[in-house]
């Protein structure tokens, strides 16, 4: 059970948005009790959730593999760092790519691409990178994936494991040497920003 380190009444609306449902386009915010390696101060971009399960990527994992080592013909497209981001600990062997559409653009009936929320979109990457570039701000692959069955993540979230909040669409492409999780966590409300201080390691504090 993780027990919620503030030492005020929580507000009712504070506390219906840490636990409504899990949307496409939400952000998932690892607590400050989440310990296990794999998800310790992550961020996670929900792509799907239905009553079967939901599937996210970590966007704050780059890995030391170039894209260009991998798809070479995408990395033309692909935010700084050009890396492969590891997405998640499920089928490590795929690949999955979002990219953000350009402002004013819209990726509606454009073969290749599939609209997760707002600008944020899933880039086929089978797809023809020059037939696409002209319609995207950039695009980020990620190795694995994170994966969770029907309820397993509301129950993940009702014990305060992960907050959850909207994301913007700077967040996919978000560069790595950025403090994702801290810069999350700052842009809420008082409750959460002060989380954002919390040090990477408990034993130094």
């Not at 952000?27 to 390696?37: C, D, G, K, Q, V």
């Not at 929320?117 to 994936?145: H, K, N, Q, S």
């Not at 069955?149 to 979230?157: H, N």
């Not at 492409?173 to 002060?194: E, K, N, T």
């Amino acid at each position: 059970m993780i027990v919620s380190v503030s030492t005020w009444d929580e507000p009712e609306e504070e506390h219906a948005r840490s636990v409504r449902a899990p949307f496409p386009g939400a952000l998932l915010i690892a607590s400050t009790e989440l310990y296990e390696p794999t998800f310790r101060r992550t961020v996670v971009y929900l792509i799907d959730h239905d009553a079967s399960g939901t599937l996210g990527v970590v966007l704050n994992r780059p890995s030391e593999t170039a894209v260009h080592d991998v798809f070479p013909q995408w990395a033309p497209l692909v935010a700084k760092p050009q890396a492969l981001f590891i997405g998640g600990p499920v089928s490590r062997e795929s690949a999955v790519c979002l990219g953000t559409v350009r402002p004013g653009l819209s990726a509606d009936g454009v073969e290749g691409l599939k609209q997760v929320e707002g600008r944020t979109v899933m880039v086929d990457l089978d797809a023809d990178p020059e037939y696409l570039a002209p319609l995207l701000a950039g695009i980020r692959v990620f190795v694995g994936y994170a994966g969770w069955s029907g309820g397993q993540l509301g129950s993940e979230l009702a014990r305060d494991d992960w907050m959850m909040f909207p994301s913007l669409p700077a967040d996919v492409l978000a560069p790595a040497r950025i403090d994702l999780w801290g810069q999350v966590l700052r842009r809420q409300s008082a409750r959460y920003s002060m989380l954002a201080t919390h040090p990477i390691d408990v034993d130094r504090n």
